[in-house]
């Protein structure tokens, strides 16, 4: 008898620990992708934290609750003035691997140059597959506009940033201002997810397309092959809602030309309809460049100048 209550107890905190858990996938750090690069770019330095004074930091900061799982963001915002433009930054990896910290040291740096930075936790691939991440970006920019004074933000001044698969996702947000059909219709908040610019750091703008080379990763998020399931493919592409609506565009990209897969015929969109778009393309460098000197102030510095074009 004392063995099957053993085992009882065991059996209910076993499933008790797995409500509350999700898998994560670890493979996309820094330190690993400096070890993958430094072969073949001998001169590259990890970028390093450079604190200021005027910055304030929140860290988790939880922007949804749902059930046994809450998101959270890493906030951080220049205090000299009370109502700074906002950048909301979303982190690569994927859409499998790579956390929130990532974004650290660009929301630092962007921050003291008079922003509010925020680093977003989403969703990724193993726990919950597309459109659930982009919900999820779009609840955090709900919530730093409903929490405006908080974080000394604007919330007519927003921007979304983002690297690798996250700029793919910054992309696909602020192509679909607007469009309930990327809301998350349980969110009760009256504010908007709207942006007012973009900023791709090498994410694809079109994955079923002749520049792209999209694959399993790409499938495992989208749930299922183009083949499987084309909508998705489709409708997770910035290039599909790319029209007069969409915000003004950075993009930034490494040397890696499928990086950039539909920018071109984005920009032609925007062109036509007298959208304001920039493209810097840093020579001979990989992907996951933002990470590392020289290229994290090269691209520090392009995001700063487009967004005190754009929203200043």
């Known amino acids: 008898m004392k ?14 620990f797995a409500q509350g858990t999700y898998r994560v ?9 400096y070890t993958k690069l430094i072969k073949k770019y001998p001169f590259i330095k990890i970028a390093q934290e450079a604190k200021n004074k005027k910055v304030a930091q929140i860290n988790d900061v939880v922007y949804n609750q749902d059930k046994n799982r809450a ?7 220049n205090t000299a003035k009370k109502r700074n433009p906002g950048v909301v930054m979303i982190h690569g990896g994927g859409w499998r691997s790579g956390n929130k910290n990532h974004m650290k040291l660009m929301a630092q740096e962007i921050a003291s140059k008079g922003f509010s930075c925020f680093a977003i936790e989403y969703r990724l691939s193993l726990e919950a597959k597309y459109p659930e991440g982009i919900y999820d970006v779009k609840n955090a ?4 506009k409903d929490n405006a004074a908080k ?8 921007a979304v940033l983002g690297c690798s698969s996250g700029g793919q996702m910054a992309a696909l947000i602020g192509t679909t201002n607007e469009n309930s059909a990327f809301d998350d219709v349980s969110n009760k908040s009256k504010s908007s997810s709207k942006v007012n610019a973009i900023i791709d750091v090498d994410g694809v703008l079109a994955f079923k397309h002749p520049e ?14 183009s083949e499987e399931n084309p909508e998705n493919w489709k409708n997770a592409s910035a290039l ?9 565009i950075l993009f930034i990209n490494s040397s890696i030309d499928r990086f950039h897969a539909g ?17 810097h393309t840093i020579k001979d460098s990989p992907h996951s460049f933002w990470f590392f000197n020289p290229w994290f102030d090269e691209t520090v510095r392009y995001t700063i100048q487009f967004l005190d074009k754009t929203l200043k």
């Open 71 to 77: 998101l959270h963001l890493d906030a951080y915002f």
């Open 263 to 279: 920018r071109n015929d984005m920009i032609a969109i925007l062109n036509q309809n007298n959208i304001y778009s920039e493209v």
């Open 3 to 16: 063995n099957i209550f053993l085992l009882v107890i065991l059996f209910l905190s076993n499933a008790i």
């Open 151 to 158: 974080f000394n933000v604007d919330p007519d001044k927003i």
């Open 212 to 225: 792209s080379s999209e694959g399993e990763m790409a499938a495992f998020w989208l749930n299922g092959t």
């Open 240 to 248: 599909t809602h790319t029209d007069k609506n969409t915000p003004p």
């Open 141 to 144: 920019i709900k919530f730093i």
């Open 25 to 33: 996938d670890s493979s996309y750090t820094i330190k690993s992708t």
